[in-house]
């Protein structure tokens, strides 16, 4: 899926904008223990209720494409065989109308996630949209429809206590805004089903939604996808530094390493500045290109390739924001940091004086202590007010 494909359905959950007949929720303790069942008609819902019950299935198709976002892709042998899957094929099928199923999926989800010390809500809908014909410059059209989308939406809710939003209410056993008590937070987890890929459906990918990169849930992915977790954006850095390090050896200099940076900002750069509705991505191979610009031997770009290829995946295509800081360069020497903007990365420069080594900025005009502006002499010692 690309940006403009979630924006799409984005927009879609809203008020009087979507075809979500119920919106289904699971209570559950921090014990794995159903509170309760929630099955409530969206045409009784009130306007509040109905757009604080959609905000947080908005909230679970948020965030960046390959960092919160992430594709999930089922093999053939699991569309045509797998128990995941079927399942989720089955509770598309009957637009979570079957409670039997609904359940079934619960238990999935309760035995394969853990939540910690909240309780929480599974939020569950279905919507169907007919998919409008898109002219050639792009424009949606009113007058035909090219095909029906129908896909499941799903949102794991911690309950906590915080601002007005929703709650569960026991004497009625529904879903109200509420100003006190346990409330809905934004969720946790989240998946889109099936991908909406080219503005149709594609059954063998799904799109995860993880709050935190860092952590991702990796027991849900397995559980509900029944396939091995993708590395987390941290963990995707963590490998790509490592294979520059180990591959690169003596020659992993910080010269080399701003070369690769400032490489890595200005394709981010410009992809941004394109407004390409495509996620920009890049494979070992590109990066293998990069440092051969450098200077570096095929042997180690060789080795760099193949690491990737063993702790990324063979052909891997990677999310540069999840492999650099692409706000900032940062630079540690013991205590000491240096911390420049990315366009900024090459006037810091490293230099042996008398059999050192140093770190080197350029202090020109506008040099500052602690907010106080002061002036640095050439060939002076020290800063003079």
């Given at each position: ?28 303790s ?20 109905a ?26 042998r ?24 609904r ?50 939406a ?102 080399l ?38 200077g ?29 800081d692409?706000?900032r ?50 060939g ?6």
């Amino acid at each position: 899926m690309n940006q403009k494909e979630l924006g799409e359905l984005r927009r879609r959950l809203r008020p009087g904008k979507n075809a979500i007949s119920h919106i289904y929720g699971c209570y559950v303790s921090p014990l794995k223990q159903v509170i309760a069942e929630v099955d409530q008609p969206m045409s009784l819902l009130g306007e509040d209720d109905a757009e604080s019950c959609l905000a947080l299935l908005r909230k679970a198709l948020s965030g960046g494409l390959g960092r919160s976002l992430i594709d999930i892709e089922f093999s053939t042998r699991q569309v045509a065989e797998g128990e995941e899957h079927k399942l989720l094929r089955e509770l598309r099928e009957s637009r979570l109308k079957n409670q039997e199923l609904r359940r079934a999926f619960y238990d999935k989800v309760i035995q394969s996630v853990d939540m910690g010390e909240d309780n929480y809500l599974i939020l569950l809908a279905c919507d169907s949209y007919d998919v409008p014909f898109r002219s050639k410059n792009d424009e949606g059209m009113d007058d035909g429809s090219e095909t029906v989308f129908t896909y499941l939406a799903c949102a794991l809710c911690p309950m906590r206590e915080g601002k007005p939003g929703l709650g569960y209410v026991s004497a009625e056993n529904a879903l109200h805004v509420k100003t006190a008590g346990r409330l809905a937070a934004p969720p946790e987890v989240g998946f889109l089903w099936p991908a909406f890929d080219n503005r149709a459906a594609n059954l063998y990918n799904a799109l995860y939604y993880v709050r935190r990169p860092e952590l991702l849930h990796g027991e849900f992915i397995e559980g509900i996808f029944g396939t091995e977790p993708p590395l987390s954006a941290p963990e995707q850095r963590e490998a790509f530094e490592t294979a520059l390090s180990d591959a690169l050896g003596v020659e992993c200099s910080m010269e080399l390493i701003q070369a690769v940076h400032e490489q890595m900002w200005e394709r981010i750069s410009l992809h941004k500045e394109s407004r390409d509705p495509e996620p920009l991505t890049v494979t070992a191979k590109d990066v293998g290109g990069m440092l051969a610009e450098c200077g570096i031997e095929g042997e180690r770009v060789s080795a760099f390739q193949d690491y990737c290829a063993q702790r990324l995946g063979e052909g891997a295509r990677m999310d540069p924001e999840n492999l650099i800081d692409s706000k900032r360069f940062q630079i540690k020497a013991g205590e000491i940091t240096i911390t420049v903007k990315p366009e900024l990365s090459g006037q810091v420069e490293a230099r042996v004086l008398d059999g050192r080594a140093y770190l080197l900025i350029p202090a020109g005009d506008g040099v500052e202590v602690n907010g106080l502006a002061v002036e640095v002499e050439a060939g002076a010692a020290n800063a003079v007010l």
